[in-house]
């Protein structure tokens, strides 16, 4: 029984992915307009159940499947029949024939475009029914009759039906706007205002970036031919509807990430379009062939094939993870560009312990010049600035010298040099400059070199494999090096002597006014006192959630929800809810815990977790705070949200912030959140929370939300 409602969330999806949506509400509107034509709405509801069962019987009932891929090609075909053929026993004995073709079609057609990164889109559909046309007007006759001759040529310019509602609202609205909502209807081959404007209200709920782009589109597309009179007696509102509009809003705002340069492409796509209409209709006139949405399909494939072949360029993004909705496409982008550097770069620590001083930075005024300029010389200081103890004369003098120097990542050692004599203070070995050195290889093309290290007291030789954190050697004054220092740089080449890389450490502190900050996947600047994060075990433990972690969490009104912690086949880690299907990823890096997403019921006690534990720095003194931002999306006021999303490929003017903290407590840590909204600048509080850790273990969380006050308790199971 449970199959059932699944199975019916896949019917309207192979109505709604029509529009590149998953949207229930557009997806049930799409249904009941098809039959608005009885004997379209039939055979296309038909042809989708049809295709779903054949398909479910080869097995290939994967994501695909479940969001209508594999069947909206066959609803295409079941309306278009209803359209352009007469009704018999030879219409009902050849359509599952079609239908076959067409599910057959698809899977071959999509396997092969998938692995170029492109789809399908109506290409199935378009040429099974050219099959069907042509074998209907051939010498061996299949029996399938056309309407009427001009019922093909109807689609693109017949009047329709004027009477009742459809007549008043077609002399009483403007053309433009009854041509707007004709064009809309002609998707489902129809030419019909009612439908036009139920299909526009389900594109709006949908989504208010496709909305607006398909209004965009139509207005570029009269407005040119009113200035070149391509089509002296107007645009067929098929071609606007099915070809110009869709392949606009395709493009801007589905394939590609909303912003001003994905509409500037939906605009291009316009005269593109005319070009490809006019030359395809002269082309396929000669088989008495309709070129239905061929124009569409050849345009978005072209341009998805350009812009993977040119590369990925900042601001005109491909949309990788798709979530078919234009706004939570770009929301999700918008919320992780800066939140993932855990997956862009390699977790780098400083390669020292306690606080050491930057005395030199990039480009500094000393050594690092030019194509070796983005290095750092590191040593420690005292209350007072100096580097070493009175008198000064000695290397050992130096606060740093012979003090720990530690692999900053995991890797290989490549290179060691561990003979070099160490200079009297104020001398200088400019023959060998670099003098004791360590070269580690950490990925391919990503070298750390750590030099001027004391002779003889390097620990590791090459070819060893070294964890992050481990002892290489000591600090040192070895080559060019008038008074102990730390040389550190990160390069592309093993080499000593290879030119440096700009690279970020990912986590340490940065002490001011003698209070840390943390920073996160940047570079130290000169003068600067840092150190790695010192971390809570207790907190670090309790957070540590690994494959196979189960939990039972029991709310105050006795509800429960089973959580398990899993890992995708990127290996990135997420928490799904046995009870609710809710997944929450996220990434525990040693140094904080934080979400990257959620999806699903957000009335679940993982989202409010997810709310509460938004990002978690293992570190227990108060004046430590996470701070981050979530999806704009989980704002409150949604009627602010829709007018967001009108602007959001532009301009955004809604936040929705999350900042966190630790209270050490006489029985464990209290993690006290706050969740607010920054609109138009002002602040609007949204949720507070806390998260109970105690002996290592989570132990309960309170969210008070929207009015809400929720509880509940950890039972942990292993």
Same mark, same amino acid.
């Given at each position: 029984?449970?199959?059932?409602?699944? =199975?019916?969330?896949?019917?309207?999806?192979?109505? !709604?992915?029509?529009?590149?949506? #998953? +949207?229930?509400?557009?997806?049930?509107?799409?249904?009941?307009?098809?039959?608005?034509?009885?004997?379209?709405?039939f055979a296309g509801l038909g042809c989708v159940v049809f295709s779903l069962l054949i398909t479910k019987l080869l097995k290939q009932d994967g994501e695909h499947y479940r969001a209508g891929i594999y069947s909206f090609n066959s609803l295409l075909l079941g309306i278009a029949f209803g359209a352009f053929f007469q009704v018999n026993l030879i219409f009902i004995s050849w359509l599952p024939v079609a239908c076959f073709?067409?599910?057959?079609?698809?899977?071959?057609?999509?396997?092969?475009?998938?692995?170029?990164?492109?789809?399908?889109?109506?290409?199935?559909?378009?040429?099974?029914?050219?099959?069907?046309?042509?074998?209907?007007? !051939?010498?061996?006759?299949?029996?399938?009759? *056309?309407?009427?001759?001009s019922l093909l040529e109807e689609i693109y310019t017949g009047p329709g039906n004027l009477a009742g509602a459809e007549g008043y609202l077609a002399t009483a609205l403007p053309k433009l706007l009854s041509l707007f909502f004709r064009s809309l209807s002609a998707v489902l081959f129809q030419h019909n205002i009612i439908a036009g404007i139920l299909i526009a209200l389900g594109i709006l709920v949908h989504s208010r970036i496709a909305f607006s782009l398909l209004i965009i589109s139509f207005l570029t597309a009269?407005?040119?031919?009113?200035?070149?009179?391509?089509?002296?007696?107007?645009?067929?509102?098929?071609?606007?509807?099915?070809?110009?509009?869709?392949?606009?809003?395709?493009?801007?705002?589905?394939?590609?990430?909303?912003? /001003?340069?994905? @509409? /500037?492409?939906?605009?291009?796509?316009?005269?593109?379009?005319?070009?490809?209409?006019?030359?395809?209709?002269?082309?396929m006139a000669l088989h008495a062939l309709p070129i239905f949405s061929l124009p569409f399909c050849v345009l978005n494939i072209s341009l998805l094939y350009f812009l993977i072949l040119i590369g990925h360029h900042p601001k005109l993004q491909l949309t990788t993870a798709q979530h078919y909705s234009p706004e939570k496409n770009l929301y999700h982008v918008l919320n992780l560009q800066n939140r993932l550097n855990?997956?862009?770069?390699?977790?780098?620590?400083?390669?020292?312990?306690?606080?050491?001083?930057?005395?030199?930075?990039?480009?500094?005024?000393?050594?690092?010049?030019?194509?070796?300029? *983005?290095?750092?010389?590191?040593?420690?200081?005292?209350?007072? *600035?100096?580097? =070493? #103890?009175?008198?000064?004369?000695?290397?050992?003098?130096?606060?740093?010298?012979?003090?720990?120097?530690?692999?900053?990542?995991?890797?290989?050692?490549?290179?060691?040099?561990?003979?070099?004599?160490?200079?009297?203070?104020?001398?200088?070995?400019?023959?060998?400059?670099?003098?004791?050195?360590?070269?580690?290889?950490?990925?391919?093309?990503?070298?750390?070199?750590?030099?001027?290290?004391?002779?003889? !007291?390097?620990?590791?030789?090459?070819?060893?494999?070294?964890k992050q954190g481990d002892l290489l050697g000591f600090c040192g004054n070895s080559g060019? !090096?008038?008074?102990?220092?730390?040389?550190? #740089?990160?390069?592309?080449?093993?080499?000593?002597?290879?030119?440096?890389?700009?690279?970020?450490?990912?986590?340490?502190? +940065?002490?001011?006014?003698? *209070?840390?900050?943390?920073?996160?996947?940047?570079?130290?600047?000169?003068?600067?006192?840092?150190?790695?994060?010192?971390?809570?075990?207790?907190?670090?433990?309790?957070?540590?959630?690994?494959?196979?972690?189960?939990?039972?969490?029991?709310?105050?009104?006795?509800?429960?929800?089973?959580?398990?912690? =899993?890992?995708?086949?990127?290996? #990135?880690?997420?928490?799904?809810?046995?009870?609710?299907?809710?997944?929450?990823?996220?990434?525990?890096?040693?140094?904080?815990?934080?979400?990257?997403? =959620?999806?699903?019921?957000?009335?679940?006690?993982?989202?409010?977790?997810?709310?509460?534990?938004?990002?978690?720095?293992?570190?227990?003194?108060? @004046?430590?705070?996470?701070s981050d931002e979530f999806p704009v999306s989980l704002t409150s006021n949604k009627l602010l949200l829709w007018l967001q999303d009108f602007t959001a490929p532009f301009y955004r003017f809604i936040g929705v912030k999350y900042k966190s903290g630790i209270q050490v407590k006489k029985a464990g840590l209290n993690i006290v959140s706050k969740q607010y909204q920054e609109i138009a600048g002002k602040t609007i509080p949204l949720a507070e929370s806390t998260v109970f850790v105690d002996h290592g273990s989570l132990q309960a969380f309170i969210i008070n939300i929207n009015g809400k006050h929720i509880e509940a308790q950890w039972s942990t199971e292993n």
């Open positions: 029984m449970k199959q059932i409602p699944a =199975f019916i969330k896949t019917v309207i999806n192979s109505y !709604s992915v029509l529009f590149f949506s #998953q +949207n229930r509400v557009l997806g049930i509107i799409l249904l009941l307009v098809s039959f608005f034509n009885p004997v379209s709405g073709m067409v599910v057959l079609a698809t899977i071959i057609i999509s396997r092969r475009m998938e692995k170029a990164g492109l789809p399908i889109l109506s290409l199935p559909f378009i040429l099974i029914f050219w099959l069907v046309s042509l074998a209907s007007n !051939s010498i061996f006759n299949t029996g399938i009759l *056309q309407k009427s001759s009269c407005g040119l031919n009113g200035i070149t009179h391509t089509y002296p007696e107007g645009i067929s509102y098929y071609h606007l509807g099915a070809n110009l509009m869709m392949a606009s809003m395709a493009i801007g705002s589905f394939f590609t990430i909303p912003s /001003l340069r994905s @509409y /500037l492409l939906a605009i291009l796509c316009i005269p593109l379009g005319f070009v490809l209409i006019n030359a395809l209709t002269t082309l855990d997956l862009k770069y390699i977790r780098l620590s400083l390669p020292f312990m306690g606080y050491w001083t930057v005395s030199q930075g990039y480009n500094g005024a000393i050594t690092h010049k030019g194509e070796w300029g *983005q290095a750092l010389d590191f040593v420690i200081t005292d209350d007072e *600035q100096k580097t =070493f #103890q009175y008198p000064g004369t000695l290397p050992e003098h130096f606060y740093c010298f012979n003090k720990p120097v530690l692999a900053c990542g995991d890797g290989v050692v490549e290179l060691v040099v561990n003979h070099v004599e160490d200079n009297d203070i104020s001398e200088e070995n400019l023959k060998e400059n670099w003098g004791n050195t360590v070269v580690i290889r950490h990925a391919e093309g990503l070298y750390s070199k750590l030099s001027h290290l004391k002779k003889n !007291s390097i620990k590791v030789k090459p070819g060893d494999t070294v060019r !090096s008038p008074e102990p220092h730390l040389h550190f #740089q990160l390069q592309a080449t093993p080499y000593i002597g290879s030119k440096t890389l700009s690279y970020p450490f990912a986590y340490y502190f +940065n002490k001011k006014d003698n *209070q840390n900050s943390l920073e996160s996947y940047t570079v130290p600047n000169e003068n600067e006192l840092i150190s790695n994060p010192e971390i809570n075990v207790s907190l670090k433990k309790a957070f540590d959630l690994q494959p196979g972690f189960v939990a039972k969490l029991i709310a105050e009104n006795g509800a429960t929800e089973e959580w398990e912690i =899993f890992k995708d086949a990127l290996n #990135q880690s997420y928490i799904y809810s046995k009870t609710t299907g809710a997944v929450a990823y996220f990434i525990n890096n040693g140094t904080m815990f934080y979400f990257t997403s =959620f999806y699903g019921d957000k009335t679940s006690l993982l989202h409010y977790f997810y709310i509460a534990a938004y990002k978690v720095i293992f570190n227990d003194a108060g @004046y430590i705070q996470a």
